[in-house]
């Protein structure tokens, strides 16, 4: 096999040459990871779509935007805190991307306890955040707010809050069944007839994805 | 495959990260507990979530570390939706005008307050 390091491929800049000259693939990681990575930009396209198109009707309306900090308050102690559930949702997300970080870590020691123990942990994360989507859904719905109306303001709010958040939780819903069938896979000990622990990176990737998309939806939807 | 072993880092570089993330959503949620306006709201959201986006691209997607073959591929498409964002933003000012143009401002134009919907005891 060639040597492909930096040093040998003369810097950076140049090894984007030598990989997309290269006779038989250009990306020098496993396919699947490829795939996904292929899957995940197309992936962003879709959130982008429904990001810009919150931006065009928020802009264009001539009605009244809600106040988000005050919609998604919660009373706690007698006292209305603006958009605590959604800032208890954010952590418990990034909680759940470095719980995978980790199993991603022990799937190069191929240590399956732990692998497992960590993407069990990281899919219950996730099936707590998705309980508390719920939760919010199920208040907003009992407050009035709907994908054509809202008593708060403009009704493009309870459009662009349905189609992005359940958008959103769905993705993370898949998520949860993605890495607990990865997980139980590995407890079964499935991968070691390969030898071959790349799932676990590839599902990875997906899970951190999903924080990502939030971290732009908590910006944009909750916070502006 | 050998390249599995080069992508090996220290678990704290894991638990530095994760911290930060911590830090920079309580940042961004402090923004708006203490309500901050104008331009140093846009501003300081934007920059706790690019920060917030980087760093879990960077270091739990591991494109710090992948070759820059792949690290272009994968960032550059997307820069092409700076193109949508501009269009869209212009649209939007456009209906916007023509809204108020044949519909006139409507009357409550000031944005309305949760507890005068819900009551005080809304939530």
């Known amino acids: ?22 006779e038989k693939q250009a990306f020098h990681v496993p396919w699947g990871k490829v795939m996904m990575w292929i899957f995940l930009i197309s992936d962003t396209f879709i959130f982008s779509c429904f990001l810009i198109g919150y931006m065009n009707v928020r802009k264009s309306t001539t009605e009244p935007w809600p106040y988000p900090s005050e919609v998604f308050a919660l009373e706690l102690f007698g006292n209305p805190v603006p958009l605590i559930l959604i800032a208890i949702m954010t952590f418990i997300l990034i909680t759940s991307s470095g719980t995978m970080a980790l199993a ?27 309980g508390m989507q719920a939760f919010e859904w199920s208040k907003l719905i009992a407050e009035g707010v709907r994908p054509w109306t809202n008593p708060f303001g403009a009704a493009q709010f309870g459009s662009s809050f349905f189609m992005i958040t359940g958008f959103h939780g769905l993705h993370v819903s898949v998520g949860v069944i993605y890495l607990a069938t990865v997980a139980l896979k590995v407890l079964k000990g499935d991968y070691d007839r390969k030898n071959n622990y790349e799932i676990v990176e590839i599902a990875g990737l997906y899970w951190h994805f999903v924080d990502l998309v939030w971290v732009f939806i908590f910006a944009f939807f909750y916070l502006w | 495959m050998e ?8 678990i704290g570089v894991y638990l530095k990260v994760w911290i930060l993330l911590f830090v920079l959503s309580t940042c961004s949620y402090l923004v708006d507990y203490f309500q901050f306006q104008g331009l140093v709201r846009w501003s300081l959201i934007v920059i706790f979530m690019l920060l917030k986006a980087g760093f879990i691209v960077a270091i739990f997607m591991h494109v710090y570390w992948e070759r820059m073959t792949l690290i272009t591929a994968i960032l550059t498409p997307p820069v092409v939706l700076l193109v949508l964002i501009g269009f869209m933003t212009s649209e939007a000012g456009y209906t916007f005008g023509t809204r108020v143009d044949h519909f006139g401002q409507p009357e409550k134009a000031q944005r309305i307050h949760v507890k005068d919907v819900l009551g005080e005891e809304g939530h």
């Open chain 1, 1 to 22: 096999m060639t040597d492909l390091s930096i040093e040998n491929t003369g810097g950076r800049l140049n090894s984007i040459v030598v990989d997309w000259s290269d």
């Open chain 1, 104 to 130: 991603v870590r022990y799937s190069h020691f191929r240590d399956k306890q732990k692998i497992a123990l960590f993407m069990v942990l990281t899919a219950l994360f996730g099936a707590t955040f998705v």
């Open chain 2, 3 to 10: 390249h599995t072993e080069t992508q090996q880092h220290p």
